[in-house]
């Protein structure tokens, strides 16, 4: 559905994208994560046509997205993080107005609007003034002029920002729902451990460039490489913390009574080598489990780089 390849964007002396590389399948939600300035948003502007890039090739469904603009605007639909929405409509006239722009008009523009509504759970509310929504509701309300035109490839930069976690709950379901019936989704999020519930893929850009790749399992196979091990002794913790401190593979350790936590280079081969070595110098492991790692262990792990 999406390739991107060699894509650059400059502001100024700023590189926002630098040789950025994706390839995105038909029927993914692809969750797009990075600290702020990194080029999600940059990104997610050039796939929609909002912004021209210096160099490099978009390719949306096989149309290059950059020398056919026009080709595109039925096939994608771009939810800003930023938008605005017009106070003084009832929720059914915003989206008659938007429908108009792609020509529906009268019963049909009415029906597709109420379907659009009952599609983002807001069928109750389409005689209320848009004003008087909460920003959970106007953000799916927003969800729904996305879909006016029924795209193929949905880029959500943000959707659930500032929203409650009742309205990130509903929206992770519509999310889910937009995906059974054949769209790709493109959304970019901090609010990492939902992206991992909702997402097929994850990347991870920093510098304007995508750093890791990859189905959750794999994202989460990679989180796991980077947890430390907790071990529990049975007495004499001195004596397992020289132990340990006797191993080239073993970095930062921290000690909660009888817990020992221990950073170590390596995957499983290494943590079972140094369970090995302690019990060889006749400390009384009575646990040895490697902590549970998650989407966000891997960001951290990333992202603190450019501070190091």
Avoid: W
């Avoid at 002396?13 to 969750?31: P, Q, S, T, Y």
């Avoid at 659009?116 to 729904?144: F, I, P």
């Amino acid at each position: 559905m999406l390739v991107i390849k060699d894509l650059e964007k400059s502001y100024g002396k700023f590189k926002a994208l630098n040789k950025l590389n994706l390839e995105i399948k038909k029927g993914e939600i692809f969750g797009f994560i990075g600290p702020n300035g990194a080029g999600k948003s940059t990104t997610m502007k050039i796939i929609s046509g909002l912004l021209s890039p210096d160099s490099g090739e978009v390719y949306v469904d096989g149309i290059d997205a950059i020398k056919n603009n026009k080709a595109l605007k039925d096939k994608i639909g771009y939810m800003p993080d930023f938008f605005g929405v017009y106070d003084n409509l009832k929720a059914i006239e915003y989206l008659e107005f938007y429908a108009s722009i792609y020509g529906i008009v009268g019963i049909d523009a009415r029906k597709l609007g109420m379907d659009l509504l009952e599609l983002v759970n807001l069928q109750d509310k389409y005689d209320c003034n848009v004003d008087g929504l909460s920003r959970g509701m106007k953000q799916r309300l927003c969800l729904a002029r996305c879909l006016v035109h029924n795209p193929e490839l949905l880029i959500l930069d943000e959707p659930a920002s500032g929203m409650d976690p009742r309205a990130r709950f509903e929206m992770k379901g519509i999310l889910k729902n937009l995906k059974d019936m054949g769209k790709t989704i493109i959304v970019s999020s901090h609010i990492l451990p939902e992206l991992g519930e909702i997402c097929t893929n994850i990347g991870i850009v920093k510098n304007g460039t995508v750093v890791c790749h990859g189905t959750v399992d794999e994202i989460m196979s990679r989180a796991a490489g980077l947890s430390p091990y907790i071990i529990t002794v049975m007495d004499n913790v001195e004596k397992a913390i020289e132990s340990l401190r006797e191993i080239p593979e073993v970095g930062e350790i921290s000690v909660d009574g009888n817990k020992i936590t221990a950073n170590i280079s390596g995957g499983d081969k290494e943590g079972k080598d140094l369970l090995k070595a302690l019990v060889l110098k006749d400390v009384s492991v009575i646990g040895y489990a490697r902590a549970v790692g998650n989407l966000e262990d891997v960001f951290i792990q990333i992202t603190e780089d450019d501070n190091n």
